[in-house]
């Protein structure tokens, strides 16, 4: 177990649709980065907050939005899915997003866009 | 363009065998570079290097960085069926912290 909580474990929805994700850090890690796993992409990064402030972006989508609160859950939401949105979202976090510290994950959402 | 390679991207060994497992990198700004294991859910980490030439080992796995050459790699000794999994080198891009993988070596252990 990383500490790292992702809610839910499974989501099924239509295309058109709007959908958020919810990752919970470990203990004391200030650090949350999304990340997307698709078969033929491997794992992509999309977005990093640091105590609440954006810090880095990848290539997300401008469909999707992500924050992270006070008390430092994040939420990513993504919208108008596409059936190309199918696929495993993991949510990590590290102690300083600093780079000299692992990041540990969570067990991701799988989300099924039908 | 930074990138990392994995190799071998499939590999299958029986119990008992030791396997090594190799990750490339032509990187920028180099930092650290970190193994994890995934199997069917999240990618558990495993060793993160930042000094070439010292060891990290943890029970049958061990890795090593040679900063010169540029790469990892992975040992297993005794490998067991639990040991299957997809292992995956990554390396935080500079500034960022984000993390970009390689593709991956698939392990199967088989009994």
């Known amino acids: 177990d990383s500490g790292v909580t992702q809610t839910p474990k499974h989501l099924i929805t239509a295309t058109g649709q709007r959908v958020t994700l919810r990752c919970s850090p470990r203990s004391g890690d200030l650090s949350v980065y999304w990340y997307q796993q698709s078969l033929d992409q491997g794992l992509q990064f999309l977005i990093q907050?640091?105590?609440?402030?954006?810090?880095a972006k990848g290539n997300i989508l401008e469909r999707f939005s992500a924050q992270q609160f006070p008390d430092l859950h994040s939420e990513l939401n993504l919208s108008s899915l596409e059936l190309g949105d199918s696929a495993l979202y993991f949510c990590a976090s590290s102690a300083t997003g600093g780079g000299d510290q692992p990041q540990h994950f969570g067990d991701g959402t799988r989300l099924s866009i039908l | 363009e930074d990138k990392v390679v994995q190799s071998p991207l499939s590999l299958v060994v029986h119990e008992g065998d030791t396997v090594t497992l190799n990750c490339s990198y032509e990187?920028?700004?180099?930092?650290?570079l970190l193994w994890y294991k995934q199997e069917k859910k999240a990618p558990t980490f495993l060793f993160m290097l930042t000094s070439s030439g010292i060891e990290k080992k943890s029970g049958r796995l061990s890795s090593i960085l040679d900063k010169k050459e540029l790469f990892s790699i992975l040992n297993i000794t005794a490998t067991q069926t639990g040991d299957s999994a997809v292992y995956l080198c990554?390396?935080?891009?500079?500034?960022?912290?984000?993390?970009?993988f390689g593709k991956g070596t698939k392990l199967t252990v088989n009994p």
């Open positions: 907050y640091y105590n609440g402030e954006e810090r």
């Open positions: 990554a390396w935080p891009q500079g500034g960022s912290e984000k993390l970009v």
């Open positions: 990187v920028t700004n180099f930092r650290s």
